[in-house]
């Protein structure tokens, strides 16, 4: 029994299909490994991507929001609203467009964060002082902003 063991050991043929298995088993793990860890480097990668669309979703709505409060610092007496004068005037004109550019700002922010209730909270803040023009706007009653500008606004006006 002993020959035998020792024969089977000196046998090349068998040493080939031992190698063969190992050799195998080797390539099995050693796929594996690199599926393991492709996946991994994927799922970061797509971390990677994610936390960059939403840097970037935040830094475009805080330079929007700061072009917004340069203007209303530009033209302090339209940031705080302007009542209709009985005749239009050219300052009212300019409010008016004011306001186009306000609601625009809003928009636009809006449609890069319009999950964050900070920002539709400071947008609802910044409409309240312009409701009485809200509530009498063409293209506020005509619904030609965003549903979800138009929804804020609603609240604000009613």
Not at 12 to 29: L, Q
Not at 74 to 80: M, S
Not at 112 to 125: A, C, E, F, M, V
């Amino acid at each position: 029994v002993i020959n035998y063991g020792v024969t089977v050991l000196m046998d090349i043929d068998t040493w080939v299909k031992w190698i063969g298995i190992a050799s195998s088993i080797a390539t099995v793990i050693i796929a594996w490994s690199a599926l393991y860890v492709a996946n991994k480097q994927l799922k970061l990668g797509w971390k990677q991507l994610e936390a960059n669309i939403a840097e970037t979703r935040n830094t475009t709505a805080h330079n929007l929001y700061h072009q917004y409060l340069s203007m209303c610092i530009d033209k302090p007496e339209f940031a705080y609203g302007m009542e209709k004068p009985e005749e239009r005037t050219i300052d009212y004109g300019k409010y008016c467009w004011f306001i186009s550019s306000m609601l625009f700002t809003f928009e636009q922010i809006l449609e890069t964060n319009s999950l964050d209730k900070k920002w539709q909270s400071t947008i609802k803040s910044q409409l309240f002082r312009h409701r009485n023009f809200l509530s009498k706007s063409s293209t506020v009653r005509e619904r030609n902003w965003n549903d979800k500008l138009q929804k804020i606004i609603n609240e604000v006006i009613i």
